[in-house]
């Protein structure tokens, strides 16, 4: 917003441009689609990480129990073994890309939080799986990777997710710069040592 000087005989000295008014707290709206774009990032970079950690959960399961035939016909261990490695992929992705611009809790509390919660997700996708091998007994490799991987598999990474960003990374994200807003409103002329024109 401009504003103008005038002299005496009504003629304008100088244009001056509003100042922004730094205690002047952005509105609800604006705070509403801040906090609805962080999440929408941060979902975004989670489905990412959380994609090659799926593809390591799946290859390291499959090459255990039926490939090396390391664990053929134990696809529990197969799976607590193959979910160990994909949560340190997740870790490192989440810690220093999806979460990265949260402060940082001290490293043992975060890592401790995390293995917790992803032991959580874990047993969301082991119950899915016993259930349909112990319970139902369905013993095939299609059953196993449906019930752990199709099923299982999203329902923890939903958990995850929401424990993640609640209680490991939920400390306060870093703050951007504070925007530059305007007030609407004019600089009275008598403000610079000049008369004032009606």
């Known amino acids: 917003m401009l504003s103008a000087a005038r002299s005496g005989r009504g003629y304008p000295l100088r244009v001056t441009r509003a100042q922004p008014d730094p205690a002047r707290p952005p509105s609800l709206a604006r705070r ?58 997740n870790y490192l992705g989440s810690r220093y890309w999806t979460f990265r611009h949260r402060r940082q809790a001290p490293v043992h509390h975060e890592v401790a939080l995390f293995v917790f919660f992803s032991l959580v997700g874990v047993g969301i996708q082991l119950l899915c799986l016993g259930i349909s091998h112990y319970v139902l007994g369905l013993h095939s490799q299609l059953a196993d990777n449906v019930s752990a991987n199709l099923v299982g598999l999203p329902l923890g990474t939903l958990f995850r997710f929401w424990s993640y960003r609640r209680f490991v990374f939920g400390s306060e994200a870093l703050a951007p710069a504070p925007s530059m807003l305007v007030p609407d409103t004019l600089d009275a002329p008598s403000e610079q040592g000049l008369p004032r024109s009606d």
Not at 48 to 73: E, S, T
């Open 32 to 89: 509403l689609r801040d906090a609805y774009e962080v999440l929408v990032r941060e979902a975004l970079k989670f489905g990412l990480v959380g994609a090659v950690g799926v593809v390591v959960d799946v290859a390291v399961f499959n090459w255990l129990l039926y490939g090396a035939d390391v664990l053929h016909g134990r696809p529990i261990r197969a799976k607590i073994a193959a979910s160990a490695v994909a949560i340190l992929v």
